[in-house]
Antibody, heavy 115, light 112 residues
Framework: VQLLESGGGLEQPGGSLRLSCAAS????????MSWVRQAPGKGLEWVSS????????YYADSVKGRFTISRDNSKNTLYLQMNSLRAEDTAVYYC?????????WGQGTLVTVSS | DVVMTQSPLSLPVTLGQPASISCRSS???????????LNWFQQRPGQSPRRLIY???NRDSGVPDRFSGSGSGTDFTLKISRVEAEDVGVYYC?????????FGQGTRVEIK
């Protein structure tokens, strides 16, 4: 199992970024997927999850209405569209397999929101 | 939201000695399907989290048997029978039963 995130970087407050997570080594469509973030020097915070089909999504209150989770099962890729970014969204963003028995994690991608 | 409370937050341990971390949830983690989705993760410095234990007490493949998990309902424990140098890091519990998913604050394990 491999999960490889990309798309992080420096963005201004109010801006947008789209993160991607390329999955391999398992049947991607059979698993729910999640995004978890970690602000610098802080603990882990669950952000969002979705079902294997992508039909059902869940969000933390801190990102609801601003972030959108999605997936393309033909490309084995998970996405996180982040709009209206705030300074407090600065974190390493990890994608992870599953949503209750969260098992495999990617290496993370750093998102910095600053002017 | 389910609040996950870990203690202690810092745990200095002598090499070869046991260590124990408590995780308490504000609601029962017993799911309607009969499973209790309580995971333990280890995060070594500069690394991604790694799952050690799932569903309270099931050890992941490749995890040394000095790690064990126990508990039920709202009260859970991660034990390290004999701490080794490679166990240094931060340990998190996470509940996967209720939305939103929530993590404990983390327990930093260090060598005395």
């Amino acid at each position: 199992v491999q999960l490889l995130e990309s798309g992080g970087g420096l963005e201004q407050p109010g801006g947008s970024l789209r993160l991607s997570c390329a999955a391999s080594g398992f049947t991607f469509r059979n698993y729910g997927m999640s995004w978890v973030r970690q602000a610098p020097g802080k603990g882990l915070e669950w952000v969002s999850s979705l079902t294997g089909s992508g039909a059902t999504t869940y969000y933390a209150d801190s990102v609801k209405g601003r972030f959108t989770i999605s997936r393309d099962n033909s490309k084995n890729t998970l996405y996180l569209q982040m709009n209206s970014l705030r300074a407090e969204d600065t974190a390493v963003y990890y994608c992870a397999r599953d949503w209750n028995d969260v098992d495999y994690w990617g290496q993370g991608t750093l998102v910095t929101v600053s002017s | 939201d389910v609040v996950m409370t870990q203690s202690p937050l810092s745990l200095p341990v002598t090499l070869g000695q046991p260590a124990s971390i408590s995780c308490r949830s504000s609601q029962s983690l017993l799911s309607s399907d009969g499973n209790t989705f309580l995971n333990w993760f280890q995060q070594r410095p500069g690394q991604s989290p790694r799952r050690l234990i799932y569903r309270v007490s099931n050890r992941d493949s490749g995890v040394p048997d000095r790690f064990s998990g126990s508990g039920s309902g709202t009260d859970f424990t991660l034990k390290i029978s004999r701490v080794e140098a490679e166990d240094v890091g931060v340990y998190y519990c996470m509940q996967g039963t209720h939305w939103p998913r929530t993590f404990g604050q983390g327990t930093r394990v260090e060598i005395k």
